[in-house]
């Protein structure tokens, strides 16, 4: 059972406690935001952070065995809920998502409604016990959901529905040793009180009537409960008028508390977008590390940074710990552990399997019979149909999606195969988050015309006769994008203006590739290849 490995891990972490600084003695620079030149391993035993410089918000962790998983929110994206894997904490790759199917929340995460921007699959907890993985997670219209499985890649269960409620959010879960479970969550829509209910073995229940309230205000949520000896801790964010959102812990030798005991385990760091929401875990070098998203989101959205643990008094203080004993942000630190080899988060894709990639994800829950990977082998298919509003990128159902880093020099390119596209047919790449902009093609007629659209102006460009299309969106540390386009594949033309990306919807910026048309339901477009360098 993995509570059990974690504990005795976590006991043995306090044996190991002496040198406050042993994980704080780095020379580094502090960096400008968004402005790093390194990110993640520097194959010289160290890292920098952050590990992760793309949108993977409200980050929760697990170790089982020799092996790391993550979870990260995904709002009205399909599928639900990313879960990542990696050996060492620091390097990262997709083991898949896990809810396939958004309408068992709610209707208005499909195609034909669109309407949960800003909402949908918001922060989860992972856990593993007796040999299942379970996730918990809650969305802020519906309630709390659950599901589990055998294998983190799944299959994982239908949904089990906790709590039918809105209001609700940022829930965890524990298995105490003798078996007893619990449940945490944040009803922010009633002056953010935490509540903590008797949980059924199985997970598949809340007792709503036993509920008891441990604390309330400040903008309390971001929750994890875990027991570290012989305290439980509960770990979680704060928010405070001119101070800005910072991690915070309550403790009790009982489950069920009180959870009277409390500290600050870190400054907001305002500088560095307020690292607070995330998971406290143990490496394989014995020390403790807190994975965690940087809270204010930018353009890049909320990016992933994994700051050392130094135990003091019994409480795990994050980052660099000051004089003071309180952490504050810290930018590098010797790795946990190496392995080899070296795992990477997917971005490119050839679309030569039948199933599509775990980078991908769909805005919203896709129409099925409107896609195809086996239509034309090697080749993703993407089939016309009528937006829920005419013209409206936003409300184009079937928009393919992946995160954006924020990286020196990134490069995406597209090759389209534009010959059977119908009258009134739309396709090509786009960024998007509240906002969005756009290069492709419109046919009118037998016409086809290049096009570029920027949250709803749109400039008209040259016709063309080709059957391939070229398109590429460039980017650097600014997210200023500057689109280009290709008729033979080499020689790429400039066209429409640059584009700031932008935060919005709690979401950084998407790349993505939409297909529709305001006509008919008619007409496709065929995709070889997105390139992303």
Known sequence: MIQRILYVGLITGFCILGDVTAQNTSNESNPVWGNWEKWGEQNDGTYRNPIIPADYSDIDCIQVGDDYYAISSTFQFSPGMTLLHSKDLVNWEFCGNIISDLTQIGTKLNWDQMDRYARGVWAGTLRYHNGRFYLFFGTPDEGYFMTSSSKPEGPWEPLTPLLLEAGWDDCTAIWDEDGK??????????GY???????????????????????????REAN???????????????HKPGTGRYVMARRSKKLFGPYKEEKQLALASREAMEPNQGGIIQGKDGKWYFLTHHGTGDWSGRIVSLLPVIWIDGWPLIGKVLPQ??????????????????????????FDSEILGPQWQWNYLPRKDFFSLTERPGWMRLKAFRPIESNQLLKAGNTLTQRTFRKQDNEVIVKMDISQMADGQRNGICHFSSHHSALGVVKEGTQYFIEYRNNGHILKGNEISTSFVWFKTCWG??????????????????FGEPYQMVWGNYRGDRIGIYCFNDKSESGYVDIDYLHYR
């Not at 479970?181 to 009633?190: I, M």
């Not at 008797?198 to 604390?215: E, F, T, Y």
């Not at 994890?224 to 704060?238: D, N, P, Q, R, T």
Request: with cysteine; aromatic share 14%.
């Open 224 to 238: 994890k409960l875990i027991k570290v000896g012989e305290w439980y801790y509960l770990v979680f964010s704060e």
């Open 477 to 494: 540390m600014d997210g200023k994008s500057q689109y280009y386009y290709s008729l033979d594949g080499d020689n790429f033309i400039q």
């Open 181 to 190: 479970a619990c449940f945490v969550g944040t009803h922010f829509a009633d």
């Open 193 to 219: 009180k935490t509540y903590l209910f008797p949980m059924a073995k199985d997970g598949k229940s809340i007792n709503r009537k036993s509920a008891k309230l441990i604390h309330s205000g400040n903008g």
């Open 325 to 350: 004993q309180i952490g504050t942000m810290q930018w590098e630190a010797p790795m946990p552990a190496f392995s080899s080899p070296k795992l990477t988060l997917l971005r490119s894709d050839d």
